[in-house]
């Protein structure tokens, strides 16, 4: 009995000695616990499926598609994810706040935009405003416009969080591309498209601040160059006095021009759409980056239109935007009806006050390729089956800031 007691009074304090395990972290996307790891692929699940059922496009801050119907739909969206298991309740708030942040809702004379804001304490929020309230106070703060971005956090999220705070730059999210060119030195074009021939002016002024033209950039695209696949699109201003039918409105439900040639998503094939001939005229020297980019893919009105944005499509903020083998189901003889013709938006902003913007729109068919339309809609959701990843890789949802 008096050994089991010294014992005892031997054990306890080598018990109290013991160190305790460390608890992990399940902060969203940036804890350490092994949950973590497959929140991004949910979140970018889960906003394509928003994308799919709450189309920005189509809430224009009419009855019944305001700011609050918007938000309504989204936290069903999210609800749906959270019920379902494929979202952790640690993200739900950076999720709902990134829908609430955005431009969805606003009628399009309100060209509400997201806004930067770094207080003179260095505090760093996002806010959704009218481009004309974007502006510095003196004392106070000092705002960043970033047009062309439906999101607070798709604008400013540097650092891919899904927050805006101290973390991020504080500037709008821009490519990281190499100089621009901005003469296109391709002229194998399936129609007859006008030479681009700029004349570069300074506008620089010899005082302390120098002034800008505000004319909106001019957007210039070659999908495929330097390959026998080559072609190049009517954009405007030509789009917009292009021969019908082959000439739709410049929104996402008309798609603009279509190109001649079908694209063909063979198993060996990339396609490629390059931008890198656009012009800024507020460039200071023809060799100056003065733009940034930004692409968007739609979807058919016959399908419920809204972005696609599949993980074999990269390069979103790029002036190349690539599209892997089998990336989009081709779209003739399906559910899609007689149009099979999803479009492409390129939106191209200056880097110089007051950020004169251009969006233009064109059409293409896709075909060769190995994802169906029913494998495009199953995996293309938040809760996509396992059996995608063989399938249908390349029609997941993208990770990737889009």
Known sequence: MVKAMISAMVMVPALLAAPAMAATDKTCLTGDDPLVASDAEQIAALEAAVELAC????????????????????????????SAGNLRSKCKSRVSKRFAHSICGHAAAVEAVPCLERSTRGKLRCLIVPAAECRDR???????????????VAAGDTNADHLINLNDSGSCIVPATAT???????????????????????????????????????????????????????????????????????????????????????????NVFDASGSINPAAQTPDEDALTYKWDIYRPTTLQGGKYAPRGVTGYFTKQLTIAPSSFPALEDTIAGADVFWRAALTVTSIYPPFAQTTVYFRFQYQSTELTLDNSIDCYRTNFPEWCYTLAPNGIPTTEPH
């Open 55 to 82: 189309p920005c496009a189509g809430y224009d801050g009419s009855i019944g598609k305001s700011q609050r119907d918007y938000r309504r739909c989204t936290a069903a969206q999210v609800k749906a994810a959270l």
């Open 138 to 152: 003196a004392g106070r703060y000092s705002r960043v416009a970033c047009p062309g971005y439906e999101s607070c």
């Open 180 to 270: 621009a060119t901005f003469t296109p030195t391709d002229t194998s074009v399936a129609t007859a498209t006008p030479t681009l021939t700029p004349t570069w002016t300074s506008t620089a002024t010899a005082t302390a601040t120098a002034t800008f033209p505000v004319e909106p950039p001019l957007a210039h695209i070659v999908v495929n160059p330097g390959t026998d696949r080559v072609e190049t699109p009517i954009l405007p201003p030509e789009a917009l006095t292009g021969p019908a039918p082959s000439c739709f409105p410049q929104n996402p439900s008309g798609g603009g021009c279509r190109l001649l040639a079908v694209l063909d998503g063979g198993i060996d094939l990339v």
